[in-house]
C-alpha cells in the first residue's frame, strides 16, 4: 500500500554532508512512523534514526547522535536525513521504511517496519 523512494546519495569525502529524501505515495502518510536504516555489504541492516508520526519523537543511533538529522514533512509526504560530518563507517545503502503501528519499546528496529524504499548508496571517501 505505501511506496517509498528514496534520493540524495552519492559520493563525498569525510566530514562533508548529504541530504537523503524518502517520498511516499498513498494518503495515510501521516500516519505512519518512519525510519532509515543501511546497510553495508556482508553487514546486518542496522538502524539509522526513526520518527514517529507526527514528528514529535525522534530516536538516533549512538554513533551518528549530533551529526544526523530526521524530519518529516507530511504535507509533502517525504521524510529527511540531514548527515554531517561524515565519516567513511557511515558507508552503506540507506532504506527507509514506513511502520503503521509499532510497540512502544524497541521501535526503531528494522523488523518493526513494514514497508521499505528500494535504497540509496552513500559513498565517503577518507
Known amino acids: 500500500q505505501v511506496q517509498l523512494v528514496e534520493s540524495g546519495g552519492g559520493l563525498v569525502q569525510a566530514g562533508g554532508s548529504l541530504s537523503l529524501s524518502c517520498a511516499a505515495s498513498?494518503?495515510?502518510?501521516?500516519?505512519?512512523?518512519m525510519g532509515w536504516f543501511r546497510q553495508a555489504p556482508g553487514k546486518e541492516r542496522e538502524s539509522v534514526a526513526t520518527i514517529n508520526y507526527n514528528g514529535g519523537l525522534t530516536w538516533y543511533a549512538d554513533s551518528v547522535k549530533g551529526r544526523f538529522t530526521i524530519s518529516r514533512d507530511n504535507a509533502k509526504n517525504t521524510v529527511y536525513l540531514q548527515m554531517n560530518n561524515l565519516k567513511f563507517e557511515d558507508t552503506a545503502v540507506y532504506s527507509c521504511a514506513a511502520a503503521k503501528a509499532i510497540d512502544g519499546s524497541s521501535w526503531y528496529l528494522p523488523s518493526k517496519y513494514n514497508y521499505w524504499g528500494q535504497g540509496t548508496q552513500v559513498t565517503v571517501s577518507s
Open positions: 498513498g494518503r495515510t502518510f501521516s500516519i505512519y512512523a
